[in-house]
Nanobody, 122 residues
């Protein structure tokens, strides 16, 4: 069984910075895609940023130039550095791992973390 655990959420003032981490555990052989999504009350979950195993990244237009996604393939961990945070960035952030291959032969698992709350407020 594969699990994702996020950490690093909290309260920050507008213009401030915050870093999120997402650690995976379980019988993982490799993970093709890792990413961060966010979802506010009554809204659809939206992409924030994704990164492939090879390091290719993709960002939502709303966070380009402010957020940076990185990953450690050896640890199957993904990070999100958020700078110049705005009140509209306030919501729950979810970690995602897709196209997970396990040592038991699974090839296409997808797993979500439980979410971590980011609040941007003065």
């Amino acid at each position: 069984q594969v699990q994702l655990v996020e950490s690093g959420g909290g309260l920050v003032q507008p213009g401030g910075s915050l870093g999120l981490s997402c650690a995976s555990s379980g019988s993982i052989f490799s993970i093709d895609y890792m990413g961060w999504y966010r979802q506010g009350p009554g809204k659809q979950r939206e992409l924030v940023a994704t990164i492939t195993r090879g390091g290719s990244t993709n960002y939502a237009d709303s966070v380009k130039g402010r957020f940076t996604i990185t990953r450690n393939n050896a640890k199957n961990t993904v990070y999100l550095q958020m700078n110049n945070l705005k009140p509209e960035d306030t919501t729950v952030y979810y970690c995602n791992a897709d196209r997970i291959a396990t040592i038991f032969g699974d090839r296409d698992l997808e797993v979500w973390g439980q979410g971590t709350l980011v609040t941007v407020s003065s």
